[in-house]
T-cell receptor
Framework: AQSVAQPEDQVNVAEGNPLTVKCTYSVSGNPYLFWYVQYPNRGLQFLLKYITGDNLVKGSYGFEAEFNKSQTSFHLKKPSALVSDSALYFCAVRVGNQGGKLIFGQGTELSVKP | GAVVSQHPSWVICKSGTSVKIECRSLDFQATTMFWYRQFPKQSLMLMATSNEGSKATYEQGVEKDKFLINHASLTLSTLTVTSAHPEDSSFYIC????????????????FGPGTRLTVL
């Protein structure tokens, strides 16, 4: 069965410090991986995706993610966190033969303190 | 580009009534739209996949007679919660996949802002 796991419910970071939000996946076939961010009472905003190619993917707002096939991980990173980065982050995977359906992780709440 | 809107953004209704939520792709054609449900501080749960001109595909455990989905055009899908009850109160989010000329398995989905439904 396809699944995505975000092992941390919450991540707390001081402003200016690097941040990492973890994601691991389990899929059959090639994974198409995504990160989305959600602010309170809003829909999801696309941050970045990995389809193929370079393992390090750069996305919106200074975020990047590294695809690691051997560890089946796709951790989200940012070198210097901002208070405005505080939000709910979702990792998702899509497998092409499922009609584009996304499977989401349970979400990680990122809190950046000044 | 790639904007998806939802209407209404929030709705309060009495138990037993039906509520219709619209999802529109504003600047692209969406052959496929998805409906999700989200409880507070939880993940999105896919309810159904809506394909233009055909019947929606519902996920296991989702009552198709309760959550009616219509995708009558390439820019509009509707979700109707019939005979709503308090347990249907939730945040409903739609997403649309840009079909265009680049249909592929990795076309990203664009999400609407969500609709907060409260059933009294």
């Amino acid at each position: 069965a396809q699944s995505v796991a975000q092992p941390e419910d919450q991540v707390n970071v001081a402003e200016g410090n690097p941040l990492t939000v973890k994601c691991t996946y389990s899929v059959s076939g090639n994974p198409y991986l995504f990160w989305y961010v959600q602010y309170p009472n809003r829909g999801l905003q696309f941050l970045l995706k990995y389809i193929t190619g370079d393992n390090l993917v750069k996305g919106s707002y200074g975020f990047e993610a590294e695809f690691n096939k051997s560890q089946t991980s796709f951790h989200l990173k940012k070198p210097s966190a901002l208070v405005s980065d505080s939000a709910l982050y979702f990792c998702a995977v899509r497998v092409g033969n499922q009609g584009g359906k996304l499977i989401f992780g349970q979400g990680t709440e990122l809190s950046v303190k000044p | 580009g790639a904007v998806v809107s939802q209407h209404p953004s929030w709705v309060i209704c009495k138990s037993g009534t039906s509520v219709k939520i619209e999802c529109r792709s504003l600047d692209f054609q969406a052959t496929t739209m998805f409906w999700y449900r989200q409880f507070p501080k939880q993940s999105l749960m896919l309810m159904a996949t809506s394909n233009e001109g055909s019947k929606a595909t519902y996920e296991q455990g989702v009552e198709k007679d309760k959550f009616l989905i219509n995708h009558a055009s390439l820019t509009l899908s509707t979700l109707t919660v019939t005979s709503a009850h308090p347990e249907d109160s939730s945040f409903y989010i739609c997403s649309a996949r840009d079909g265009g000329l680049k249909v592929s398995s990795y076309n990203e989905q664009f999400f609407g802002p969500g609709t907060r439904l409260t059933v009294l």
